[in-house]
């Protein structure tokens, strides 16, 4: 489980380039999907990942999954080595994404995305129809299972 | 805006999205009530959702460890 708040607050105030996706990013546009993580696409650009490292390190991340004993090093060498990585924090689950299913990196998850205001800082979030191309690309039933709640809320908000 | 998606999902147009969203068992007063909510609300709402079925889960296992000790003893 994730405690959202601290979590967008450390990476605001860092001033991180990032989009909320996932099932944060859904609950955000009104559905009533319950998710246990967050998930965000970040720009893999150097000043970035500096910032990505000093905005979670108070939160201890390690590699989801990983024996407890093996050593991991959260620097930006080891942001730098991957793409996608699924982390362990001391407030939750975190999933970080430099690439995207049917979507592509941060700078095209920016295009898709809304701005939304929360805790005082503006947030991009991937839009409705960011998050269908994503679901609709992941392809796993979990993520179709979602599809038409997202249609649904996407063809009530057209004009 | 909104009133007017509130008011598409609660009378869904036959042969529309909504309508299948319904037909496929979502329930569209849930997602017309957290229309009118602000992001922020909507956060606040997972949020505790997460902490309720976190307690729940935690419950459920105690009480199947308990089973479990009853049935050995």
């Known amino acids: 489980m994730i405690d959202i708040r601290p979590a967008l607050e450390a990476l605001a105030k860092r001033d991180v380039d990032f989009v909320i996706i996932g099932g944060v990013a859904i609950n955000l546009h009104s559905s009533a999907y319950v998710t246990y993580d967050l998930d965000f696409c970040f720009s893999r650009k150097r000043e970035n990942l500096k910032r990505i490292i000093e905005a979670l390190a108070p939160f201890k991340p390690r590699l989801r999954g990983i024996p407890g004993d093996l050593p991991f090093i959260w620097d930006e060498q080891t942001l730098k080595s991957g793409t996608n990585f699924t982390f362990e924090t001391t407030i939750g689950d975190i999933d970080m994404l430099g690439e995207v299913a049917g979507i592509g990196d941060f700078s095209n998850a920016l295009v898709l995305s809304v701005k939304m205001k929360l805790f005082g800082f503006e947030f991009d979030v991937l839009s409705i129809e960011g998050l269908i191309k994503a679901k609709r690309a992941a392809g796993r039933t979990k993520d179709l299972l979602v599809l038409p709640e997202l249609e649904a809320l996407q063809e009530s908000l057209e004009d | ?73």
Do not use: C, V, W
């Open chain 2, 1 to 73: 805006m909104k009133e007017k998606a509130i008011e598409k999902l609660l009378n869904p147009m036959p042969g529309s999205k909504i309508a299948a969203a319904k037909e496929f068992g979502i329930d569209l007063t849930l997602l017309a009530r957290k229309l009118k909510l602000t992001p922020e609300q909507r956060l606040e709402e997972l949020q505790q959702a997460m902490y309720s079925f976190d307690e729940l889960r935690r419950e459920a296992e105690k009480s199947r460890k308990n089973d479990r000790h009853q049935t050995s003893t």
